[in-house]
């Protein structure tokens, strides 16, 4: 038993071990919670406290006093959205939006791009500009976004606030998606606050089978990766062969997949063992033909955001070509700078918006899904770009990037060097071929996986949960590896 002092000593927030969910202290944490909240399930307004106070404690648990903002967001954005929602006079509502967009953009400004506004200035204008280090809050970049949508569909009409600010506060600091998304939208969410709470077998099964899928790609696949490989050639890709280099792009393409997808469903399985729909937010991206059919696969929640509230809002396609290629260069040029403060991920997301504009240009969608030669071919294409891409998402800088490429570059033709090094690796090469095989699987396969999962009973599935947890501890590394996502 824990005594008091070290219960004490654990609830305070510590930097260094944030509360995550694919550590053991936040299942241990997850089930005594789930256990009150299914007792008070029919008791709708106790519910909604209990959750918003579990929810905060655990995003103190990631950022310490920085809860405080949230809160401060969230009451802001209701009460504004309010007076919009209730303001007849045109000009007034858009002062009130504009004043909305300033705080909540203002606010990521300041924490997240400070230091590199200041950097930039520096270097243009032979400035001494400097700030102490400014801590970024988990999850912030999603959180706001989450914030700006509701009072964006308010002032559109196409949406009633919620009820009171205590419903709004939940929809906000809903736990399961408050640090790495799905970006959730308030018209979806809103609703189901209000529904009777109701958690079917079916619904049972879906979640748990979510979770143990999301637990695999997290601490199984993309950890074990990342540690034992990735980190390593990125971190110093000199010490290393072309050929591995060439792997370690490879490796961090299925890493980020899995951290990222995995963190969704995850999230998706906790909120429907909550009794709450959440959107899916990755289809295989990896399929995909085209550049235009990746953004529609990856980080569904995050591209439909930005198509609604920036593509749109800049004029979409209703201003001529000219236009429309550059609004789809304009969001993922901006996109890239919601990832991160610096020039590499602007770049990568020039790079996506560059190809997106070319693929609207010359419809190469439409043109690749009519062979299916071609299809495949496009397919092939299309992952090496945005593999390619990735290289500048993961590098530590531009000069690590290009280490990266130049090494590669360098690479001949030797099978038998290549086997060499394969069976070197040969857990990470295993892992690599699990990882890309599953991502492969048709969905029709992966919908009857989760219904010959439904008809195991309830003892079958807590043993296979149990032994996924077991194979997460034999396979962790000393400390539990955050998620990727928790730094954007």
Same mark, same amino acid.
């Given at each position: 038993?824990?005594?008091?002092?070290?219960?004490?000593?654990? +609830?305070?927030?510590?930097?260094?071990?944030?509360?995550?969910?694919?550590?053991?202290?936040?299942?241990?944490?997850?089930?005594?919670?789930?256990?009150?909240?299914?007792?008070?399930?029919?008791?709708?307004?106790?519910?909604?406290?209990?959750?918003?106070?579990?929810?905060?404690?655990?995003?103190?648990?990631?950022?310490?006093?920085?809860?405080?903002?949230?809160?401060?967001?969230? !009451?802001? #954005?209701?009460?504004?959205?309010?007076?919009?929602?209730?303001?007849? =006079?045109?000009?007034?509502? $858009?002062?009130?939006? +504009?004043? /909305?967009?300033?705080?909540?953009?203002?606010?990521?400004?300041?924490?997240?791009?400070?230091?590199?506004?200041?950097?930039?200035?520096?270097?243009?204008?032979?400035?001494?500009?400097?700030?102490?280090?400014?801590?970024?809050?988990?999850?912030?970049? !999603?959180?706001?976004?989450?914030?700006?949508?509701?009072?964006? #569909?308010?002032?559109?009409?196409?949406?009633?606030?919620?009820?009171?600010?205590?419903?709004?506060?939940?929809?906000?600091?809903?736990?399961?998606?408050?640090?790495?998304?799905?970006?959730?939208?308030? @018209?979806?969410?809103?609703?189901?606050?209000?529904?009777?709470?109701?958690?079917?077998?079916?619904?049972?099964?879906?979640?748990?089978?979510?979770?143990?899928?999301?637990?695999? @790609?997290?601490?199984?696949? /993309?950890?074990?990766?990342?540690?034992?490989?990735? #980190?390593?050639?990125?971190?110093?890709?000199?010490?290393?062969?072309?050929?591995?280099?060439?792997?370690?792009?490879?490796?961090?393409?299925?890493?980020?997949?899995?951290?990222?997808?995995?963190?969704?469903?995850?999230?998706?399985?906790?909120?429907?063992?909550?009794?709450?729909?959440?959107?899916?937010?990755?289809?295989?991206?990896?399929? /995909?033909?085209?550049?235009?059919?990746?953004?529609?696969?990856?980080?569904?929640?995050?591209?439909?955001?930005?198509? =609604?509230?920036?593509?749109?809002?800049?004029?979409?396609?209703?201003?001529?070509?000219?236009?429309?290629?550059?609004?789809?260069?304009?969001?993922?040029?901006?996109?890239?700078?919601?990832?991160?403060?610096?020039? @590499?991920?602007?770049?990568?997301?020039?790079?996506?918006?560059?190809?997106?504009?070319?693929?609207?240009?010359?419809? +190469?969608?439409?043109?690749?899904? @009519?062979?299916?030669?071609? $299809?495949?071919?496009?397919?092939?294409?299309? !992952?090496?770009?945005?593999?390619?891409?990735?290289?500048?998402?993961?590098?530590?800088?531009?000069?690590?990037?290009?280490?990266?490429?130049?090494?590669?570059?360098?690479?001949?033709?030797?099978?038998?060097?290549?086997?060499?090094?394969?069976?070197?690796?040969?857990?990470?090469?295993?892992?690599?071929?699990?990882?890309?095989?599953?991502?492969?699987?048709?969905?029709?396969?992966?919908?009857?996986?989760?219904?010959?999962?439904?008809?195991?009973?309830?003892?079958?599935?807590?043993?296979?949960?149990?032994?996924?947890?077991?194979?997460?501890?034999?396979?962790?590394?000393?400390?539990?590896?955050?998620?990727?996502?928790?730094?954007?």
């Amino acid at each position: 038993m824990m005594e008091w002092a070290q219960i004490i000593e654990w +609830i305070n927030y510590d930097p260094k071990t944030p509360l995550l969910f694919n550590s053991e202290a936040f299942l241990y944490l997850f089930l005594g919670f789930y256990l009150i909240y299914i007792l008070m399930k029919d008791v709708r307004k106790m519910r909604i406290f209990y959750v918003i106070a579990f929810s905060l404690f655990f995003y103190y648990k990631c950022s310490g006093i920085y809860f405080l903002l949230l809160v401060f967001s969230s !009451f802001v #954005d209701y009460y504004i959205s309010e007076l919009i929602y209730k303001n007849s =006079d045109q000009r007034q509502r $858009k002062w009130l939006l +504009i004043l /909305s967009c300033v705080i909540n953009l203002g606010l990521l400004a300041y924490f997240k791009y400070t230091g590199f506004l200041a950097e930039n200035f520096n270097a243009i204008f032979s400035g001494d500009l400097s700030f102490e280090t400014i801590f970024l809050p988990i999850g912030i970049s !999603f959180y706001t976004f989450q914030t700006m949508s509701y009072t964006i #569909d308010i002032y559109r009409r196409e949406l009633e606030p919620a009820r009171n600010v205590w419903d709004f506060m939940f929809f906000v600091s809903f736990f399961p998606q408050l640090v790495a998304g799905p970006i959730v939208r308030a @018209k979806d969410f809103i609703p189901q606050i209000y529904e009777k709470l109701e958690l079917t077998k079916k619904a049972l099964s879906y979640a748990m089978f979510l979770i143990i899928g999301g637990l695999i @790609k997290k601490a199984v696949i /993309s950890d074990y990766i990342s540690v034992n490989f990735v #980190d390593r050639v990125f971190n110093f890709p000199d010490n290393y062969s072309a050929f591995e280099n060439l792997l370690a792009v490879y490796g961090y393409t299925l890493q980020i997949y899995c951290d990222f997808s995995g963190y969704s469903d995850i999230a998706i399985g906790l909120a429907l063992l909550l009794g709450f729909e959440l959107p899916p937010n990755f289809r295989t991206p990896y399929q /995909s033909s085209s550049v235009t059919e990746f953004w529609r696969r990856w980080h569904i929640s995050l591209s439909g955001w930005l198509r =609604d509230y920036l593509y749109i809002s800049l004029g979409g396609n209703r201003k001529g070509k000219i236009r429309t290629y550059f609004n789809l260069f304009m969001t993922m040029l901006l996109g890239g700078l919601w990832h991160g403060a610096s020039w @590499k991920f602007v770049f990568w997301g020039a790079m996506h918006g560059t190809v997106l504009a070319i693929e609207k240009a010359f419809q +190469i969608p439409k043109l690749t899904s @009519k062979n299916f030669t071609l $299809k495949l071919a496009a397919g092939l294409v299309t !992952f090496h770009f945005v593999a390619f891409c990735w290289i500048f998402f993961r590098a530590s800088d531009f000069t690590n990037a290009l280490n990266i490429i130049t090494n590669i570059g360098t690479m001949e033709w030797d099978p038998q060097n290549w086997w060499s090094v394969i069976l070197g690796y040969q857990n990470i090469a295993i892992l690599l071929f699990i990882g890309f095989l599953w991502h492969l699987v048709p969905q029709r396969w992966q919908d009857e996986q989760l219904e010959f999962f439904h008809k195991i009973p309830l003892i079958g599935k807590t043993i296979l949960f149990a032994a996924v947890i077991w194979i997460i501890s034999a396979t962790a590394s000393s400390e539990v590896q955050p998620f990727i996502y928790f730094q954007f």
